[in-house]
């Protein structure tokens, strides 16, 4: 009589095949984390423009950053700060990363949709915004189904 331990040994010990099914899942997980590292690298970006325009860089106007509204200072800080630490949560691939990416992102979206005279109302943005969230949506659900049970 066969012992159910050793059998299953042998079956963990058995090498893996490329053409197998169970490579599909991590598949999805590896396109799923190359975003997640895209979007920290646009984060990043995204995070340093906003320093830029607070130390005076390529700022919109001539006027130093004091010189501007309240409003456009507080979300210049705002995403100047969130930018970069989603950038950092994306690049780890952790769960918290995304969540503050997407908490920036519908930031983003807000302002731009119900506060235009912050940002200038660019639709652009919001579309392009938008668009990523769909694309992070449909990774992580298809990854998330791919796991087995």
């Known amino acids: 009589m066969n012992d159910p331990m050793v059998t299953q040994q042998r ?3 058995e090498p893996v095949q490329a053409d197998q099914e169970e490579a599909r899942p991590e598949r999805w997980a590896w396109w799923l984390v190359v975003f997640l ?14 320093w830029a325009v607070v130390c005076g860089i390529n700022a919109p106007t001539s006027v130093g ?12 800080v705002f995403f100047a700060v969130i930018d970069l630490v989603a950038a950092v949560g994306l690049w780890l691939a952790a769960p918290w990363g995304a969540v503050v990416w997407l908490t920036s992102l519908i930031s983003m979206v807000a302002v731009e949709l119900l506060f235009p005279r ?5 639709l652009w943005v919001v579309v392009v915004e938008l668009l990523l ?6 990774l992580a659900l298809v990854t998330a189904r791919a796991q087995p049970p």
């Not at 590292?37 to 906003?50: N, P, Q, T, W």
């Not at 912050?118 to 660019?122: E, P």
């Open 11 to 13: 079956r963990a010990l």
């Open 133 to 138: 969230l769909a694309v992070y949506l449909l």
């Open 37 to 50: 590292r895209v979007m920290a690298g646009l984060s990043m970006i995204k995070g340093l423009y906003h």
């Open 118 to 122: 912050i940002f200038g109302g660019d």
């Open 65 to 76: 950053f004091d010189g501007y509204e309240t409003p456009y200072q507080s979300a210049t």
